[in-house]
């Protein structure tokens, strides 16, 4: 394939196309729980992989993700009457379950032609206060085996907001372990992110090193450390899933949501052995990490779509608020928290034509040593969506959800080989190989 159809495929997430498919072959976080507080209550419009959607809880507590539009003449469920037993369409009163099976038309009598009429709705999970949409055809695999999705409340949390560009930029951020000592780094004080060592502000340019896993890459980050090395291993869990280390903090991780070609739903994780503790709450509470400051609000896309989610005080349109005078005396950027950064740099890259800025022109770029990781992330996403077959044998290998039981890693050790330190902290990275 030419490396500009392979750039291709690799943005293109609508139904039938590779890598939409692979993205109906997994549960995907839709929205928090938190979105649907109450039974009946308002819906939520949500897109994903280019389609548009709604989310409500029935007035038994049940929720429903359906086509946001009636069947009848297309009006968007979005104003209509959540009850009991599903959402009915403000225009003409037809009623949907939350399996997108008519049960009621106001006006048509006729009982048998409201059977026939079905809603695409798909299968939902509620878990760790996400509500979870697998929107493939057939059996779901398991639920993924994430080490945190069974933690207490105390030891979680989740968020989500808007990334205006395609979901690839966002997911090649998380491999992108140079820029941490570099975007997110205050040349002044050399002070770099709570989540990483000193050694990671002293030390530029990491040996990049990456190593394929039964769900995705792990992208390691060697860096010296006196005479050591400071290895970060992040893992890359396919299609859009990573977990990133932490020195002292809880460990984070995100997830790049495709909504549509361009925009992207940016799901931030974090978990600990203990109680999050009120340091970590007070930093990410100022926007300093992630998420970026934001507001739940209505929101229409470049795309033409409303949806309800959170959008970032800080936007391309308002230059992320950069402040020019912080940035010459402390702040590398002068941009407020390392997921404005991150957008900042990710949002409004050399575009690829027609796609408003939102989709990099690949082809463009001039990749070094320190891209090892990104390269072969997607490498490894284009052999699972080569073919059918190789897309089947990776659905194999997620299917009992365990493949997803992976950890990152912060550590300074002797090795400065990939394979021998992969073999000796093999159990901390694939704790499922833990005797029970
Ligand atoms: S458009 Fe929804 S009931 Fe007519
Ligand atoms: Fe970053």
């Known amino acids: 394939m030419a490396m500009s159809d392979q750039f291709e495929v690799l ?44 989310a409500f809880r029935n007035g038994k507590g049940t929720v429903g993700i359906t086509q946001a539009n009636c069947a009848h003449r297309l009006a968007p469920l979005f104003y209509g009457r959540v009850g009991d037993q599903g959402i009915r369409c403000a225009y003409h009163g037809w009623l949907y379950g939350t399996d997108g099976q008519c049960l009621e038309m106001q006006n048509e009598p006729d009982p048998a032609v409201c059977a026939k009429v079905k809603i695409t709705a798909y299968k939902v999970v509620e878990k760790a206060d996400i509500i979870w949409v697998y929107m493939g055809e057939g059996e779901p695999p398991a639920f993924p085996k994430f080490p945190w999705i069974d933690l207490p409340k105390s030891q979680r949390n989740a968020t989500v907001w808007l990334q205006e560009s395609s979901w690839l930029q966002g997911i090649e951020g998380e491999l992108d372990s140079s ?112 998420p970026p400051q934001s507001n739940y609000q209505s929101y229409k896309l470049n795309t033409g779509t409303i949806i309800d989610t959170w959008i970032p005080v800080r936007t391309a349109t308002n230059n992320y608020l950069i402040d020019r005078e912080g940035q010459s005396l402390s702040s590398p950027t002068g941009i407020h928290g390392l997921n404005d950064q991150d957008r900042a740099m990710q949002e409004a890259m050399l575009p690829l034509q027609g796609t408003s800025g939102r989709v990099v022109d690949r082809e463009k770029e001039f990749l070094v040593a320190a891209d090892i990781a990104i390269v072969r992330a997607r490498r490894r996403i284009l052999e699972v969506v080569r073919d059918e077959a190789s897309l089947q044998k990776f659905r194999d290998t997620i299917k009992d959800g365990s493949a997803y039981c992976v950890k990152p890693l912060d550590v300074v050790s002797d090795l400065d080989e990939i394979d021998a330190f992969v073999k000796k902290f093999d159990r901390e990275l694939s704790p499922q190989l833990e005797p029970a």
């Open 179 to 290: 820029h941490v000592s570099i975007l997110h780094t205050n040349p002044a004080t050399m002070a770099t992110s709570p989540v990483h060592q000193h050694y990671s502000a002293t030390d530029l340019s990491p040996k990049i090193l990456a190593k394929n896993t039964p769900v995705g890459i792990l992208a390691a980050a060697r860096r010296n450390a006196d005479d050591k090395f400071y290895w970060r291993v992040s893992q890359f869990m396919l299609p859009a899933f990573s977990s990133i280390p932490s020195a002292d903090f809880p460990i984070g991780g995100r997830a790049f949501i495709p909504i549509d070609d361009q925009n992207a739903y940016t799901w931030d994780f974090n978990y600990y052995d203990k109680d999050l503790p009120q340091a970590f709450l007070d930093y990410v509470g100022k926007g300093l990490a992630f």
């Open 11 to 54: 943005s293109q997430v609508s139904k039938g196309t590779k890598v939409g498919n692979l993205f109906r072959s997994v549960w995907l976080p839709a929205i928090l729980s938190s979105q649907l507080p109450k039974p009946g209550g308002e819906p939520v419009r949500v897109k994903l992989l280019g389609e548009e959607l709604i």
